[in-house]
């Protein structure tokens, strides 16, 4: 299979299969725009739910806020977004359509038309709205384009309420908003995306110490969530591909069927925000050793994690075509069916009411899939394509000794287990 086709394949499935679905398609799509299915949207819910788990409630130096989409612009002002977070962009004469100048790899003529280009010229990336009635420069605001400055503006709030020892962290999920211009590419470069991050907060001294600490972090994180490691690799971005805010950035880059790219990045902000807030408000931002005495502006490494990035890695580490069948290989954690139960025969009421009766029971813990439909062959290959890890098939010994089958996605083998057992046995391989 070529990579492309790979590529294909997966798209194809995403929208058989109800993950991914694209944007507003019967108008015609909106480019850059995606829109999560039945099943992408558990994936994508048992991801943020995981790394929740694994960063906020397992740690006891890292709190979670939410903070808002919509931020005082002067927010965006002191952060250096609306100077720096721009893209430089050439327009196309004729056909009026832009393109970012680092992609266009020297070609003088738009790639669409062959039409004249116009000098390059910075545009911003971040989306602009209007809050209140009036349209007017005064009611400006902004969709946020990273997660992040809702932690820095609420720094002082968190330490306040918490009173964190240094170092700690402060993390949040949530919708971050850029106007990209480069297509393709599936779900990896979007309009919108969640964003996971996290703000640690650390003295200047110890930053290289924290950098590696948290590359080795994402990177454990990735692989546990099942991503090929194998197809990893950190990249350390250059002066000028740095953002404005950074000293040192480095991306964990994924080997896609289009290449090397960011799956995460990890920046040293150093206190450019605490300090820039600090000026801009007029309030004092900085943090009390209350053992010491000593007062500061602390210093900050930056994970940041996005969660449709996240979702494409895996679809490519985890598909897999072998034996006329294709098997997602997803973590049990984060498929979206934990079991699919079955009845052996649809046209058999004494097995169906005892297949409903385990369905219903299972429930009660984990996100249960019911088939039904065709021949167990088929239903096995639909959930196997989707990636449910266990499919509990009820039978006529079920009715004799209230034991089911329950076959394993990966080896395809199959054990009997008593009824009673059953919540346990699944349990107890979740937790692994
Ligand atoms: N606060 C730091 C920050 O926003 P970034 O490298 O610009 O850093 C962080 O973005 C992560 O967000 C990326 O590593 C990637 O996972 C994800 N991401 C960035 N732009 C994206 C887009 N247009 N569509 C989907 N995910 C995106």
Redo the contacts with the bound molecule.
């Keep these: 299979m070529t990579e492309q086709g790979l590529l294909e394949k997966i798209v194809s499935l995403c929208k058989r299969r109800g993950f991914v679905y694209p944007g507003s398609e019967i108008y015609g799509g909106l480019a850059n725009t995606w829109d999560f299915g039945p099943l992408g949207v558990e994936l994508k819910n048992n991801i943020k739910r995981l790394w929740w788990e694994t960063f906020v409630h397992k740690r006891e130096d890292i709190l979670g806020i939410d903070g808002g989409i919509i931020l005082n612009p002067k927010v965006w002002e002191a952060s250096g977004h609306v100077s720096g977070f721009t893209d430089v962009l050439s327009e196309c004469k004729s056909c009026h359509k832009r393109f970012r100048v680092d992609q266009l790899e020297r070609a003088k003529k738009c790639p669409e038309c062959g039409g004249g280009l116009t000098e390059p010229k910075r545009f911003m990336s971040m989306f602009k709205t209007f809050v209140g009635p009036v349209e007017d420069s005064a009611s400006v605001a902004y969709l946020r384009p ?1 997660t ?1 400055q809702a932690i820095f503006v609420n720094f002082k709030n968190v330490v306040d309420s918490f009173h964190p020892k240094i170092p700690f962290g402060i993390a949040q999920i949530g919708k971050a908003f ?1 106007n ?1 211009i480069t297509l393709g590419n599936f779900i ?3 309009l919108e ?1 969640d ?1 996971m ?1 996290i703000e640690y907060f650390i003295r200047e001294n110890d930053w290289q110490r924290y950098f590696e600490e948290w590359k080795g972090l994402m990177e454990n994180w990735a692989v546990g969530l099942g991503v090929n490691k194998s197809l990893l690799r950190w990249r350390e971005h250059s002066a000028e591909e740095r953002a404005h805010y950074s000293k040192r950035t480095e991306d964990l880059e994924f080997k896609f069927p289009f290449g090397f790219k ?4 990890l ?1 040293y902000r150093t206190s450019y925000d605490l300090t820039n807030h600090s000026k801009i408000s007029g309030k004092d931002l900085s943090y009390q050793d209350l053992e010491t005495g000593e007062k500061f502006l602390p210093h900050v490494v ?1 994970p ?3 969660v ?2 996240t979702v494409i890695t895996l679809l490519f580490s985890c598909y897999k075509e072998e034996k006329g069948r294709v098997v997602l290989q997803l973590s049990p954690k984060i498929a979206p069916y934990k079991v699919a139960v079955f009845p052996l025969l649809a046209n058999k009421p004494e097995l169906v009411s005892k297949a409903r009766e385990i369905f219903e029971n299972l429930k009660t813990e984990f996100h249960v899939a019911w088939d039904d439909r065709g021949n167990i062959g088929k239903r096995y290959y639909a959930q196997d394509e989707i990636g449910t890890p266990w499919c509990v098939t009820i039978d006529f010994q079920t009715l004799e000794d209230n034991t089911v089958t329950v076959r394993d996605r990966d080896t395809t083998k199959q054990e009997r287990i008593a009824i009673s057992d059953l919540k346990d046995y699944f349990s107890s391989k979740l937790s692994l």
């Design positions: 990273e992040a850029r990209e990896f470069r979007d995306f964003l991050e960011e799956l995460y990045g920046a930056e940041a994690m996005g449709e990035r």
